[in-house]
């Protein structure tokens, strides 16, 4: 029971699908409403959808074949030090490749007049970058310590506590200046 709780949370962390559909819905939005004024940034994007897929997504579900071996095959797979390292390599690797997201959704900057693309934008972009930022964190967080649930979940936790944080300070703001 305690090792499958352990897979399912290791397997979270290099899960990338979140990722992916959080990347298409912003670039629906952006293919569907910014093709003639933002057409470099959308080839951009598309682009990413293939690094996306290939080098996080399909490398992510060879490796969770990896890290699950040795957790089943351990007794105290919480201290193997070779699944500790395996992690720690992983999650290095998954950092280094999802800088490229990254920085394509920092530069990303699209301005509009119409209200509903604008809302759908002020919806979705901001999830994209949630969603690149925590896992970037978290990744960084295992790439350092190495991985045990306690200081995952924590982190997980801080993470989605400063998300909210800053939700609600935007949110607030806007309902007082509407």
Do not use: W
Not at 51 to 60: N, R, S
Not at 62 to 79: E, G, H, M, P
Not at 121 to 149: H, I, S, W
Request: proline share 2%.
């Amino acid at each position: 029971m305690q090792r499958d709780y352990y897979l399912s949370v290791v397997s979270e962390l290099f899960d990338f699908r979140p990722l992916m559909d959080t990347f298409n819905r912003v670039l629906d939005l952006l293919d569907g409403h910014f093709r003639r004024s933002f057409p470099k940034l959308i080839a951009e994007y598309k682009a990413r959808t293939g690094t996306i897929k290939t080098e996080l997504m399909d490398v992510a579900e060879r490796f969770k074949l990896q890290y699950s071996q040795i957790v089943i095959a351990s007794a105290d797979y919480q201290t193997n030090a070779l699944l500790q390292e395996r992690l720690k390599k992983g999650a290095d690797y998954f950092a280094r490749k999802i800088t490229d997201v990254e920085e394509l959704v920092k530069k990303t900057s699209v301005k509009t007049e119409n209200k509903d693309v604008k809302k759908r934008y002020n919806d979705v972009f901001p999830a994209l970058k949630e969603v690149v930022m925590q896992k970037r964190a978290l990744l960084n967080c295992v790439k350092a310590d190495g991985f045990t649930l306690h200081s995952y979940l924590r982190q997980r936790a801080l993470l989605k506590v400063k998300s909210k944080k800053v939700k609600s300070r935007r949110y607030g703001h806007l309902a007082h200046t509407t």
